[in-house]
């Protein structure tokens, strides 16, 4: 199935194998974030409140 990431705004397939699949399938209207914006988010996450891995 095809989802657009709400951060950056692209679209991605995703396929059988990826880890957000049976999300997407058990519910399609939930929001997709793709790796790439949800690791930067994790870093300004990291970065807002002080905390380093
Ligand atoms: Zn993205």
New binding site residues.
């Given amino acids: 199935m095809l989802k657009k ?1 709400l ?2 705004r ?1 679209e991605y397939t995703i396929s059988s194998t990826h880890a957000q699949y049976k999300k997407m399938t058990q519910n399609p209207s939930a929001l997709f ?2 790796d ?2 949800s690791s930067n988010m994790q870093k300004d996450a990291q970065a807002s409140t002080g905390l380093k891995s």
Wanted: overall charge positive.
């Fill in positions: 990431c951060s950056c692209k974030i793709c790439y914006c």
